[in-house]
């Protein structure tokens, strides 16, 4: 098969949907989308606005990865600090792929399980068909890891309620974990009954939170909302009164 190799002298951010559509071919499943976020105090990246129609256009996520030299992306806190303030994580979705250093697969025995069952004082066990058998003496306990193995096969549901960890936060939101590998955003707009200023007056990292999934985009980005589900748990309450 020969390749087609397509060149512009138009370099703008139309020029670029022009090459894109003259591929003819369309981006199954989750795209990512590979730049250079730049350096601090570095100039020679493209900028968010340059690249932002075309991510758009694919559904794109930015992916990167934390730099193994000194500077202002070899760690996760500096990179993610680079990310807001050179625009990209107000352009599009980010992940860092090596965000958390070490992966976690939820393998018999592995560490995935291991947390599990340290977190909520159980015993889990896999048979060689995949069969998972959950026991313990604490029946909130069972629920709880019943509920994250659920999480971890299966894809969070709209409108399903979920105890979360806080992961980071941003001016805009907090980042919540619903089980290893599954993570969603609770924008400021939605992590209380009343109006909040700062997230971190709500919230901090570690913290332990229910969320309700209120919705998850066309790039399988999360969305929660804690008041959502504070207003839900308070009516279930009141019904179970009457």
């Given at each position: ?27 199954p499943g989750k795209v990512a989308v590979k730049l250079h976020s730049g350096e601090p105090g570095n100039q020679n990246f493209l900028r968010p ?6 991510i758009d256009k694919v559904g794109g996520t930015i992916v990167e990865c934390n730099t193994a030299y000194d500077g202002g992306r070899n760690t ?155 207003i839900a748990m308070e009516a279930k309450k009141n019904a179970a009164k009457q």
């Open positions: 098969m020969n390749s087609k190799v397509y060149f512009t002298t138009d370099l703008s951010p139309a020029a670029m949907l022009r090459l894109y559509d003259a591929l003819g071919v369309q981006l606005d340059f690249m932002k129609p075309m996760t806190a500096a990179h993610w600090e680079t990310m807001k303030k050179h625009g990209w994580s107000d352009a599009a979705a980010v992940d860092i792929l090596d965000e958390k250093e070490d992966m976690e697969l939820a393998v018999p025995g592995g560490k995935v399980i291991q947390k599990i069952c340290a977190d909520c004082n159980v015993k889990i066990d896999i048979n060689d068909d995949g069969d998972v058998f959950v026991a313990g003496t604490d029946s909130d306990g069972v629920r709880r890891a019943l509920s994250i193995i659920e999480t971890i096969v299966n894809d969070p549901e709209i409108g399903a309620i979920y105890k979360g960890r806080v992961t980071r936060l941003m001016n805009f939101g907090a980042f919540v974990e619903l089980a290893p590998g599954k993570e969603g955003m609770v924008h400021i707009s939605k992590l209380d009954m009343g109006r909040v200023e700062k997230v971190e007056d709500v919230v901090a990292v570690g913290d332990e939170v229910i969320v309700k999934v209120t919705d998850i985009d066309q790039q399988g980005r999360i969305n929660l909302s804690r008041r959502d589900a504070l």
